[in-house]
């Protein structure tokens, strides 16, 4: 079972960076796609990036498009997120989530977010 | 990118009642398409996938329907555990666009 824990949120400013962590103590994250889901403040859910088993695929949000960058270490089970060039809109909780290949690429494994706050 | 529009942003209802989410894709997707649950302070929960099929240990009262263009999320006995925002994703193309959202409220 995918048991996902997010670490790494904060306040940063403008123009900061932070790193993200998500790791799954389940031990099957390096079977599952993975991705990164926020939600702003009083806003609805907003898909980030996503990465394939071996980090062939990658895709970003055109948001974040060369900004972040999304990557992975099975043999860490450990998923991350490199935040660059932060936006006050980029402050949101943000998700890691999980498809366990099942689920018709539905995410069925979630952590339970860490904050990513930008201001001044 | 695949915009996905879901109608009523917010409905108000009672224990009990029957409460359908609509969600239109704007181009077809087949059965591309998950409904997730979403609750203040707790992460999502996938319910549907595939357009109709329930995740594993979700309640029997939500269902889902459609497929293409056009898709339903349905509750047929609201139970009060079920008041919560719900959304669609659109699993067929990146990038993996979500619906804006539909607030379920107690009336």
């Known amino acids: 079972e995918v048991q996902l824990v997010e670490s790494g949120g904060g306040l940063v400013k403008p123009g900061g960076s932070l790193r993200l962590s998500c790791v799954d103590s389940?031990?099957?994250?390096?079977?599952?796609?993975m991705n990164w889901v926020r939600q702003a403040p009083g806003r609805g859910l907003e898909w980030v990036s996503c990465?394939?088993?071996?980090?062939?695929?990658?895709y970003y949000a055109d948001s974040v498009k060369g900004r972040f960058t999304i990557s992975r270490d099975n043999a860490k089970n450990s998923l991350y997120l490199q935040m660059n060039s932060l936006r006050a809109e980029d402050t949101a909780v943000y998700y890691c989530?999980?498809?366990?290949?099942?689920?018709?690429?539905?995410?069925?494994?979630w952590g339970q977010g860490t904050t990513v706050t930008v201001s001044s | 990118d695949i915009q996905m529009t879901q109608s009523p942003s917010s409905v108000s209802a009672s224990v009990g009642d029957r409460v359908a989410i609509t969600c239109r894709a704007s181009q077809g997707i087949s059965s591309w398409l998950a409904w997730y649950q979403k609750k203040p302070g707790k992460a999502p929960k996938l319910l549907i996938y595939g357009a109709s099929t329930l995740q594993s240990g979700v309640p029997s009262r939500f269902s889902g329907s459609g497929s293409g263009t056009d898709f339903t999320l349905t509750i047929s006995s609201l139970q009060p555990e079920d008041f919560a925002s719900y959304y669609c994703q659109q699993t067929s193309n990146f990038p993996r666009t979500f619906g804006q959202g539909t607030k379920v409220e107690f009336k």
């Open positions: 990465i394939s088993t071996s980090s062939t695929h990658i």
């Open positions: 989530a999980g498809d366990s290949g099942s689920t018709d690429y539905g995410m069925d494994a």
């Open positions: 389940g031990f099957t994250l390096s079977t599952s796609y």
